[in-house]
């Protein structure tokens, strides 16, 4: 090792120690610790409370819209859409409800940038609802909108 009896020796102690603190460890883990089996009596009261929780959060759901699209040809293109949006938190609708204005207006901004043969792709539609909920979630700056469901969503 070091050629330090000294040091050899306080080396060795130190491993020798770190071993049986390593196997004590594994022991204690494997052999006396046991764990607590489940109470049929406080699981049940824990799943009573999750019942009573909300399981399914409110929805908000946005007035029908038919916005004019970006169409290349003569004919005059458009989506009629309605739209339901999934807040995270229940008291989130409010804040929705509040600012339904600026959402109307940012969904057809979106919309009405796209192409019609792009909206009616399923790549499109997603597209299409990620690009509102970053939108409205960066207006609120915050996580707002979980998800968005199209109820309606018709290109003409």
């Known amino acids: 090792m070091t050629g330090n009896k000294t040091i050899d020796t ?12 390593t196997l004590g460890v594994f022991v204690y883990t494997e052999i006396v610790f046991k764990r607590p089996l489940p109470s049929d009596t406080v699981e049940l009261k824990n799943l009573k409370t999750d019942a009573q929780t909300e399981i399914a959060p409110e ?14 040809g003569s004919r005059l293109r458009f989506l009629d859409v309605e739209i339901h949006f999934v807040p995270f938190k229940s008291e989130f609708v409010e804040m929705l409800d509040g600012k339904k204005v600026y959402i109307q207006d940012a ?40 998800e968005i469901f199209f109820s309606k969503f018709i290109v003409q």
């Open 10 to 21: 306080v080396l060795v102690g130190f491993l020798t120690l770190a071993t049986l603190g």
């Open 59 to 72: 929805v908000y759901k946005l007035d029908k819209m038919v916005i004019n699209l970006n169409s290349q």
């Open 107 to 146: 969904i057809i901004d979106i919309a009405s940038n796209m192409a019609p043969d792009e909206l009616n792709t399923v790549a499109g539609k997603v597209l299409l609802e990620e690009r509102i909920r970053r939108r409205i979630n960066d207006f609120f700056g915050k996580s707002l909108v979980k």
